[in-house]
């Protein structure tokens, strides 16, 4: 009896994707970078990114983002600050392009 091996591969795929969406910032001073800086709304930066808000702002706080707490109860996210926290714990490279209009 002829014993046959078995083998188990794994094929990974790399995909660069390009995806532009458009977003009101407000320009505050963020001080966490000491600066002034693009923040957007929790909600605009959940369309962005394609995920659920909840979701989005536990990432924010667990990583020390930098956002600021509105009074009416929402928030805006530092972009500099998630950008480079994404940028760090993922392979992409997200980046912040200005308006060139």
Same mark, same amino acid.
């Given at each position: 009896?002829?014993?046959?091996?078995?083998?188990?591969?794994?094929?990974?795929?790399?995909?660069?994707?390009?995806?532009?969406?458009?977003?009101?910032?407000?320009?505050?001073?963020?001080?966490?970078?000491?600066?002034?800086? $693009? #923040? +957007?709304?929790?909600?605009?930066?959940? @369309?962005?990114? &394609?995920?659920? %808000?909840?979701?989005?702002? $536990? #990432? +924010?706080?667990?990583?020390?983002?930098? @956002?600021?707490? &509105?009074?009416? %109860?929402?928030?805006?996210?530092?972009?500099?600050?998630?950008?480079?926290?994404?940028?760090?714990?993922?392979?992409?490279?997200?980046?912040?392009?200005?308006?060139?209009?």
């Amino acid at each position: 009896m002829k014993i046959s091996k078995k083998r188990e591969i794994v094929v990974e795929l790399r995909r660069e994707q390009i995806v532009r969406k458009r977003a009101a910032t407000h320009w505050m001073h963020c001080d966490g970078c000491r600066c002034e800086s $693009d #923040f +957007i709304s929790l909600g605009e930066a959940s @369309y962005l990114f &394609e995920v659920a %808000g909840h979701i989005l702002f $536990d #990432f +924010i706080r667990r990583n020390k983002c930098h @956002y600021k707490e &509105e009074a009416e %109860g929402g928030a805006r996210v530092c972009l500099v600050s998630l950008l480079a926290f994404m940028n760090k714990l993922t392979n992409n490279q997200v980046k912040l392009i200005g308006d060139q209009s």
